[in-house]
């Protein structure tokens, strides 16, 4: 087995195909969840439907209509690799081995991802992300911790963006303050990440030890051995070995 780059991401092009497709709060939840487990080349492998089920909170058939819908608005394809599991790509969320990352992308190891962003309905979320993906870029190039906008070009921007009123964005922007202190002063709206949606938990897995962990699962579950009957550190140790090895 290859162990491959692995890259906790998604390009912003993804995220706005996302945004004008009109994803729906599950489908984003899905994306998340496979995004984490993604190769180099925007693949995961032996995505079981059990697995998705208990992450994010869906039934089977919920599953499948995930697949067929992000499948028909352009944003993933796949195919069935097994009985048991499908392969499934991110279309053009490639992120070539050995070369600079030059595009413009979100970080999937944050903090904001967690059980109550997963209440959040789909445009929350989405906003939520772009907010995020925004200030990244700023701090980067300007170390400023908070975004700043006339208040009425900001709702002009993101009520044309996110396709809702004025009103159906504030509500947006107060089921936020969970993750961004969001202030109004003098004409001008600042929007600043609270650290718990910026931070990493210093205990989670890295980007190499959840894929390996994705591509042990997927062996045995296709050759029928069950991991878990050994505890549950056997698939982490098997997964340590391809960094190690």
Known sequence: MECATVMQKLKTEVLQRMIRAGVSSLEIDFLLSIGRRQDNTGCIHGVYYKDIMDEIGCSAQHFYDIL???ERKGIIKYEKASYYDYDITVI???FPEG????????SLNKGMYCQEFRELRAGEKLLAMELLRRQDIQFR???KPSLCYIT???YNKFCSLLGVTKRVLRS??????DFFAIGEKAGYLYVTPLKRSYSVDMGAPTDQALYGEQEVLTICRRNRIQPYGYGDHAVRDTAALLTQY
Not at 172 to 177: G, S
């Open 68 to 70: 067929r819908s992000l």
């Open 92 to 94: 053009g969320n490639e």
């Open 99 to 106: 070369l600079p990352i030059r595009c413009g992308y979100i």
């Open 141 to 143: 190039m300007a170390q």
């Open 152 to 154: 009425a070009n900001f």
């Open 172 to 177: 947006y922007l107060k089921n936020l303050e």
